[in-house]
């Protein structure tokens, strides 16, 4: 079974570094301020000569309540009018991307994240889509996967039968936990009737996919209060599940200076939480994918991951990683052909730079052919637990053994810990080391080798 996992509480100890999440490589935190406005352009002309399909992320960076957990980018306000000039920018930010698109590209995939989509009014919404489908090739079939993150809170059955009507066919709803206390401790009241009420909305309406998120290790939950949380949420049976592990950095993101830090789980009940959550959704039926998301075995990802064709980019694990990913709003991030670029995460900046007919494009990286090659091995490590050498060596023209060399140490000690099966044409990630693959594809990144080395001195 791919989905096979075993606990293992000595290598999880031994292996839980802190590491990326790989929605890209090299990842975010690579990009440099030499990226600009004619690389994207130079791209997009690329992308267009290819007539690459697109994939599509509209950041909506507003927010009416606070949660404190949040890292996102987002703007905390009660006044609504606040959207109205965000939009009028990001429509001509979709102006001026598009002009340098064919038509022909079609939209296979749409994505509203925040912030709180939903946060806009009905006609904002309606506007914003019709800009969308003015300027880019959407599918009016129902055909393309067209998703919006909902907040149970800021989203009733018309809202939801709107969304539908606009074309979108999936969601992602936002809970977290269901526990009062640990609600109160995060500032995110949210009744289960509440999310209840969305899910029911969605499946009479008929959207193709729900997904749930969870978050383990927030201030005041327990074990046996977020096993509750996650029974609940198996009764409502959405189609995928996304269980996020809270790091907590108030050093960087200030709202989680509100939360209490004495409140929160020990380490070893984190664990325990993990574990418990993962034999609850294996003995409902739900299949593991892979870092944090679980997935019914009819699903997409599900399927794709089976068939080998499940892939992984700035929307996290996706059946359209051979698009191209156009990013829109503030902070938002593309990936078109070899670049990776990403809007200023200034609200103010993102708005006066559009003001003055320029695109808010501030930073990103061109990827060599390392990279090119690494970002090959890690996506194959990350979304099938498997990497045939010959693949490799096909596609790059090298000697996957003679150019990885320097790690083979590395590798063959994953080996004898039992996290890997390294063979002569193969690594295969094991049952007891699905949930650390993020440290087996660790090893394979270039630029935290570097990191490491320039953040330690040698011991002699």
């Not at 990936?335 to 200023?344: A, K, M, R, V």
Request: glycine share 6%.
């Amino acid at each position: 079974m791919l989905d096979a996992i075993r606990w293992d509480t000595d290598l999880i100890r031994r292996y839980d570094l802190s590491g990326p999440r790989y929605t890209s490589y090299p990842t975010a935190v690579q990009f440099t301020s030499q990226v600009g406005t004619f690389d994207l352009f130079h791209a997009l002309r690329d992308s267009r000569k290819a007539l690459r399909p697109l994939s599509l992320y509209v950041h909506v960076p507003f927010c009416a309540n606070i949660c404190y957990y949040c890292a996102c980018n987002k703007v905390i306000t009660k006044d609504r009018g606040r959207a109205l000039p965000y939009l009028q920018r990001l429509e001509q930010e979709i102006q001026l991307i598009a002009c340098h698109l064919d038509p022909a590209q079609k939209v296979e995939q749409l994505h509203f994240g925040g912030g709180t989509p939903t946060f806009l009014s009905h006609d904002e919404l309606r506007q914003l889509m019709a800009q969308l489908r003015k300027h880019f090739n959407l599918l009016d079939d129902d055909s393309g996967d067209y998703g919006i993150e909902i907040d149970p809170r800021e989203a009733d059955w018309s809202t939801m039968g709107l969304l539908r009507e606009l074309g979108f066919n999936r969601v992602s709803i936002g809970l977290q936990d269901l526990d009062p206390a640990v609600q109160r401790a995060v500032n995110r009241l949210q009744s289960l009737e509440e999310t209840r009420a969305v899910i029911d909305a969605a499946r009479t309406l008929q959207f193709r996919s729900i997904n749930i998120d969870l978050i383990y290790g927030l201030p005041r939950q327990t074990p046996e209060n977020f096993a509750r949380t996650v029974d609940e949420v198996i009764a409502l049976q959405p189609d995928r599940l996304s269980v996020f592990n809270y790091a907590h950095l108030p050093e960087r993101f200030l709202p989680q200076r509100r939360i209490n830090s004495a409140e929160l789980p020990t380490p070893a009940q984190k664990l325990e939480m993990l574990q418990g959550t993962i034999e609850q959704l294996t003995n409902a039926g739900y299949r593991y994918i892979g870092m944090d998301h679980f997935a019914l075995p009819d699903d997409e990802l599900a399927i794709a991951q089976e068939e080998s064709t499940l892939q992984r980019n700035f929307q996290g694990y996706t059946t359209h990683g051979h698009c191209d990913l156009i990013g829109l709003g503030v902070s938002a991030i593309s990936q078109i052909g070899d670049l990776y670029c990403q809007n200023s995460s200034d609200l103010n900046l993102y708005q006066n730079t559009l003001a003055s007919a320029q695109l808010a494009t501030n930073r990103g990286l061109l990827c060599n052919a390392d990279d090119r090659l690494r970002r090959a091995v890690i996506q194959q490590l990350i979304c099938h637990f498997s990497l045939e050498f010959a693949g490799i060596e096909q596609a790059f023209n090298i000697d996957f053994r003679g150019y990885f060399s320097e790690l083979w140490p590395q590798l063959q000690e994953m080996a004898k810990d039992g996290l890997i099966e390294l063979g002569s044409e193969r690594i295969t990630v094991l049952p007891a080391g699905r949930l650390l693959v993020r440290s087996v594809c660790m090893v394979f990144d270039a630029y935290l080798e570097q990191q490491n080395r320039q953040r330690f001195s040698r011991v002699i």
